[in-house]
């Protein structure tokens, strides 16, 4: 049986939600398995083990910046507790910029997905030494 190891970590302010992002442990069955097959193999054969991040979200505002930042250290403090090496995430290319300002690097960029809008697209991006390397420098 396969069993996944989640966790959802949630900001608040003033009792409200700002912010959330999510993650799982890989164990060979990620939703992403169809998208980058052979991405993952390749990232799988270098890292003892992944964290994938799931969803991630702020609400606008001012400190949607901040908020994210924070929420990406607690994520990288918990997944190097836990033993992780490797963060991995799949983003819109817009997107993408985010992510690699703070450690990610593009593996592959995915121009259209079977199945879906012809306008959709995905950028696969991964974190390596997730316990040498802070996200949020």
């Known amino acids: 049986m396969l069993r996944h190891e989640n966790e959802v970590l949630v900001a608040t302010e003033e009792k ?11 164990n060979y069955a990620l939703p992403i398995e169809a998208l ?3 991405e993952l193999k390749e990232i799988r054969a270098s890292s003892a083990r992944i964290a994938y991040i799931g ?31 490797c963060a991995i995430c799949v983003v819109h290319p817009a997107h993408a910029h985010f992510y690699t300002r703070y450690g990610f690097r593009v593996v592959k960029e995915q121009k259209t997905m079977s199945g879906l809008s012809e306008n959709a ?3 696969l991006l991964v974190k390596d030494n997730v316990q040498t390397n802070c996200f949020c420098k």
Do not use: Q
């Open 55 to 85: 969803s991630f979200a702020t609400i606008a505002s001012k400190h949607c910046t901040r908020v994210a930042l924070l929420l990406l250290r607690e994520l990288e403090k918990r997944s190097y507790a836990i033993g992780i090496t």
């Open 16 to 26: 409200r939600v700002v912010g959330t992002i999510s993650y799982m442990v890989d």
């Open 121 to 123: 697209a995905a950028v």
């Open 36 to 38: 980058f097959p052979e």
